[in-house]
């Protein structure tokens, strides 16, 4: 039976902003980032939800937990898996992109080729290289469809573990360019049916378009 799948990045943080490299470092959102969470609990308050889950970081489980809220879903409710976490980085994990660019030329320019057997230099944790966090991330998201065959499910994540889901629905290999957005709060929806994800809408953030107007207003 095919699985419905909402998969969502994680609202803002200070560190998004910034463009400061995250990987397994857990922060929060910011002021953005909960609007952001907000805005999208609304917009799926009348969604069919039969579970819904998070990474366990805790950007991620902030908005899953905003979605709980305005779903009847009590905040406790919301599955946290391990395996939805964003790739590690090692060593650049807290760094700015310009900074790892500048201590780490080639490393940086590895990454930035799409090297995807790469692995950065391990810091408080041991990176992952892009295949092996393709793999992680996609085992994981298939293992919670599999839970739910024939119900919706909402899972919380990161803008890596949507970029692989995008890749591995499409047919889009790993070492090809990034050619698509993966914005915070948007709402991406898949189908997962006889072991394969298939896409079905992408990058829906009509809902964060009022949080626009209210600024200007």
């Not at 709980?68 to 406790?76: D, K």
């Not at 990454?111 to 966090?133: C, H, Y």
């Not at 573990?161 to 360019?177: F, H, I, K, Q």
Request: net charge negative; proline share 4%.
């Amino acid at each position: 039976m095919t699985t419905s799948i909402l998969l969502i990045r994680h609202g803002e943080t200070a560190w998004n902003a910034v463009r400061r490299l995250q990987g397994h470092i857990d922060i929060p959102l910011n002021d953005e980032g909960q609007r952001q969470a907000e805005a999208l609990a609304r917009a799926l308050a009348d969604e069919p939800l039969h579970a819904i889950i998070s990474s366990d970081l805790q950007r991620a489980l902030q908005t899953a937990q905003a979605v709980a809220g305005h779903h009847g879903h009590p905040a406790r409710t919301v599955q946290q898996d391990v395996q939805l976490r964003e790739r590690c980085y090692g060593v650049f994990e807290g760094m700015l992109y310009a900074d790892i660019e500048r201590t780490y030329p080639a490393e940086f320019a590895a990454w930035q080729a799409r090297d995807i057997d790469a692995v950065p230099p391990a810091g408080a944790r041991v990176a992952e290289s892009f295949r092996q966090f393709h793999d992680r991330c996609t085992d994981g998201i298939a293992a919670w469809a599999e839970r739910h065959p024939g119900q919706t499910i909402a899972i919380v994540a990161h803008g890596g573990v949507l970029e692989c889901a995008y890749r591995a629905a499409t047919g889009m290999t790993l070492d090809s360019p990034r050619d698509f957005q993966v914005k915070n709060a948007g709402i991406n929806r898949f189908t997962f049916d006889n072991g394969k994800l298939a896409l079905k809408h992408w990058g829906d953030t009509a809902h964060l378009e009022q949080l626009v107007l209210d600024d200007i207003i």
